[in-house]
């Protein structure tokens, strides 16, 4: 099977129906794909399968008919669970087919993925992305890969069918790697445009006049214009939840360890995102940790 041509008649199965794997999976049925679908609960399949798409009992069911198989979940634990076991897509999928992983997990479960994939006889890439929902939609993500360049290039271009970019970055396991750096840099950056929100505050200035003033200057970033206006309106609605980056930044701080790293201004960032998942907030968007700075400091 290849998908060199971009062959709608393929059947792609998604496994976990998230906010990303929804997109994904929306995605890919505007495009015309035959999509099949898994989660553990049923309901936030259904306006999926109202669209078309088929809906299966276990991972195993849904890798029986994919041609590709794409996971998008929380953790290793969470891919482990889908993959491995008497129900697992490892335990049902086509020799040859293709396990695409886009979650973000710690890069040595990646590797140990990926060769459990070998040995099963499937093509793996670890997959992870930037970009938001809407970004996911419409097809226009960043698509960080590692694995195979020889398997990257035989599906590359269903692979453009999710992203807008496609960056090859070498061996099991690197796409994964890659994915936690850029995720510390996005915790820093709205960890520092926190406090100079804050700080400005303090100063006597209202959050707008700082969020207007930044973004007139050319230190605007994603955090100040796409997260700014919504942090002085109250809106944390998540795009990218404060669980899932403290999630990923656990794993930042796993690899720390490992590569005996000296990273001062994310032991920090660690410690308050921490804080803001303890005081309730995980379930709203991560730039909720600029209303946390605001109420260490009595601010709003």
Request: with cysteine; aromatic share 6%.
């Amino acid at each position: 099977m290849t998908t060199s041509g971009c062959d709608k008649n393929i059947t792609v199965g998604v496994i976990g129906l998230g906010i990303m794997g929804s997109s994904f999976a929306s995605n890919l049925l505007s495009r015309g794909y035959n999509v099949h679908v898994y989660n553990r609960t049923k309901e936030k399949a259904q306006p999926l399968i109202e669209r078309g798409a088929t809906f299966h009992s276990t991972p195993r069911e849904l890798a029986s008919v994919a041609d590709i198989i794409m996971t998008s979940l929380t953790d290793e634990a969470a891919v482990n669970s889908v993959a491995f076991g008497e129900d697992g897509l490892l335990n049902g999928a086509k020799k040859g087919c293709l396990w695409i992983d886009l979650s973000t997990i710690d890069p040595s479960s990646s590797v140990k993925h990926a060769e459990a994939a070998k040995k099963a006889g499937l093509e793996r890439l670890d997959t992870p992305v930037v970009g938001s929902k809407d970004l996911a939609s419409k097809g226009e993500l960043i698509i960080l890969v590692g694995g195979s360049q020889e398997v990257l290039r035989k599906h590359e271009k269903f692979l453009n069918e999710l992203g807008k970019s496609v960056i090859y970055l070498g061996a099991d396991g690197n796409g994964h790697k890659m994915k936690l750096a850029i995720n510390l840099h996005l915790g820093l950056l709205a960890e520092s445009f926190s406090e100079a929100l804050v700080f400005s505050q303090k100063l006597g200035f209202d959050a707008k006049t700082f969020v207007e003033t930044i973004n007139n200057t050319p230190i605007r970033n994603y955090i100040s214009q796409g997260k700014g206006p919504k942090i002085v309106k109250g809106n944390f609605e998540p795009a990218f939840s404060l669980n899932n980056l403290a999630k990923d930044l656990r794993l930042v701080n796993e690899q720390i360890t490992k590569t005996g790293a000296i990273l001062p201004m994310t032991k920090v960032s660690i410690e308050e995102y921490s804080r803001a998942v303890q005081n309730g907030e995980g379930q709203k968007d991560f730039s909720v940790i600029a209303l946390e700075i605001q109420r260490k400091n009595g601010v709003t």
